[in-house]
């Protein structure tokens, strides 16, 4: 026993944050128990039988220090965390696992890792690079030692910077998931009945019909069966001219051919997911496992994309318009595909986080409409106040994933709707959209909820670290050995000087990606931590946490440290 604690127990970090003491001298060369590692509530500890006294590392020279050491840890219980062995006070110690949720710094894009509190595990959308494969590898030793498998993979629509950094995690022989769920819509070459293939960008979708004055997507890819029966035509989907395969269906072949070693499929079953595609109850539909009645209490239910299905009831999405129209049989079709983004909503006891996607503002204008049920379109016919006020209950969150990485193409209205306490922006350093945009900023904050709202950012949470001079940063060096090897005649040179450059890069990003530019959510479901890492750390304080509350049963509010 450790203090009402067992030997191997394992347990978290308390509210809103801990920390691990041990012994070290100070500049007065006094032996004191001082912060040794800083912990965010729910971070894993294991209680251990480590004694201070018969550490290799101990420095006791007094009788005096020996009574200080065993005085002081008395009270305390000895754990493990994260490479640090040593002390934390009781109070600090607490046994319920948390919800997390971490925003990835993926760059340009999105990507989270979802874990419930009952350790279930799914990535919701990866980025268009490895910086998710890289963050994943890490927390979890390089998938050597993933106790469990992922329980889903969560493509949100076919955008190479929501979906491409998967092809990383489905090309690990290490990796498995049970499900990969996607919206639907899977980008194909037009075929005719002779054969032939053209890229035609109104056929780019898939097939089109028109009815009453609406243009529909119908040709949905809904079930695992309809994905084989489409790409066993490599018409569809390989450029006959080139031998080049389409990316996203790529990536899903890729997926649904991928084998363990006993050739059994590394990823079940991929499906659409949508109102009308998972878990349903009462009319709604639900991520697969998370319905009204999950026993850890936490319930996702999916508000999009919408399905509207014909007279004969096959599902239909409907296409939209560069702007926002009641009715169009146009297809613009970057705005068709994010506007059908799987939309999420998660809602854990008293807490909610709304999965955004790459909703734009023709999608967001069809949603209020759909759910409100309120004439939307019409100019005057409805007053904002009135549709926020109908739209809140089925968009309102404390926490939400900014659509479109802070993307200016969205309504005031739905922003409003939202009304969140915090919200998290996904964007990236090397992206011609200059996201998050300033406007965009402002309406966040105008439109969120309370005094002092929040806008995390990966891009803003995360910056280079800074050298006394440029020619001691890595990439630096690494680009001068690109160069050196550019040049270099001998292959055996060449490959030496080539590998030398990478390694100094790979430090480098895998630094950023699994320690900076995350942003991590904490909430036990009824108060909520958001925080990101410092890249000037101490031992004292490695976290920059806030902290969102409720008063009087209110709603979570951000609480100021002062």
């Known amino acids: 026993m450790s203090n009402g604690f067992n030997l191997g127990d394992e347990v978290y970090a308390g509210y809103p944050d801990a920390h691990v003491f041990n012994f070290r001298r100070n500049s007065k060369k006094e ?66 696992r948390l919800l997390e949720i971490v925003f990835v710094d993926v760059g340009q894009g999105d990507g989270a890792l979802l874990v419930t509190p009952d350790d279930k595990k799914y990535v919701i959308d990866a980025g268009v690079g490895d910086n998710m494969r890289r963050y994943l590898a890490w927390r979890f030793a390089g998938f050597k030692k993933l106790l469990k498998d992922f329980d889903g993979l969560i493509i949100t629509h076919p955008d190479q910077d929501h979906y491409l950094g998967f092809q990383a995690l489905i090309d690990n022989l290490d990796v498995q998931a049970d499900h990969i769920w996607h919206n639907g819509i899977v980008e194909q070459f037009k075929v005719a009945a002779s054969g032939s293939q053209s890229s035609d960008a109104s056929f780019l979708l898939g097939l089109r019909k028109t009815s009453a004055g609406q243009s529909f997507l119908t040709g949905l890819i809904e079930d695992d069966a309809a994905l084989a029966s489409h790409l066993a035509d490599p018409n569809r989907w390989i450029k006959k001219s080139t031998g080049k395969p389409k990316q996203y269906p790529h990536l899903l072949n890729s997926a649904q051919t991928a084998k363990t ?202 910056s280079s670290k800074e050298f006394s001079k440029r020619e001691d940063s890595p990439w630096y060096k690494a680009g001068k050995l690109v160069a050196q090897a550019q040049a270099e005649t001998d292959p055996v040179k060449k490959q030496q000087l080539q590998e030398e450059a990478e390694e100094l890069m790979e430090v480098t990003r895998t630094r950023n990606v699994t320690s900076y530019g995350a942003i991590n959510f904490r909430s036990d479901g009824e108060k909520v931590v958001m925080a990101y890492m410092l890249e000037r750390d101490s031992a004292s304080r490695r976290w920059d946490i806030y902290q969102l509350e409720s008063t009087n049963n209110g709603p979570l509010h951000y609480k100021p440290k002062d």
Request: with cysteine; hydrophobic share 35%.
């Open 31 to 96: 032996l004191k128990l001082s912060k040794v590692k800083h912990l965010l509530w729910g971070d894993w500890i294991k209680v251990t039988d480590y004694d201070y006294q018969t550490d290799p590392k101990a420095d006791i020279q007094t009788a005096a220090e020996q009574t200080l050491v065993q005085n002081s840890t008395a009270p305390m219980v000895a754990v493990r965390v994260r490479g640090v062995s040593g002390y934390m006070h009781k109070a600090d110690i607490q046994k319920e």
């Open 261 to 462: 070693a006993n050739s059994k499929r590394r990823f079940a079953n991929i499906a659409m997911l949508s109102t009308a595609h998972g878990e349903m109850h009462n009319g709604k539909a639900y991520l697969p496992g998370f319905g009204p009645n999950n026993a850890p209490a936490c319930v996702i239910e999916v508000l999009g994309p919408v399905v509207e299905p014909d007279s004969q009831g096959a599902s239909r999405l409907r296409t939209f318009a560069s702007e926002p129209m009641h009715k169009t049989t146009d297809m613009d079709a970057g705005k068709t595909k994010n506007g059908h983004s799987i939309l999420l909503k998660l809602t854990y006891k008293n807490t909610t986080v709304l999965f955004g996607g790459d909703l734009n503002s023709p999608a967001e204008m069809f949603l209020l409409q759909h759910y409100t049920g309120l004439s939307v379109y019409e100019p005057g016919a409805v007053s904002d106040q009135d549709t926020i006020q109908a739209g809140r209950p089925v968009f309102g969150a404390d926490i939400a994933k900014s659509c479109h990485h802070g993307s200016a193409d969205f309504t005031d209205v739905f922003l409003a709707c939202v009304n969140p306490a915090a919200t998290v922006i996904s964007s990236g350093d090397e992206e011609s959209h200059a996201h998050p945009r300033s406007d965009t900023l402002g309406a966040i904050g105008h439109h969120g909820r309370g005094h002092r709202s929040l806008i995390l950012s990966t891009e803003l949470m995360r």
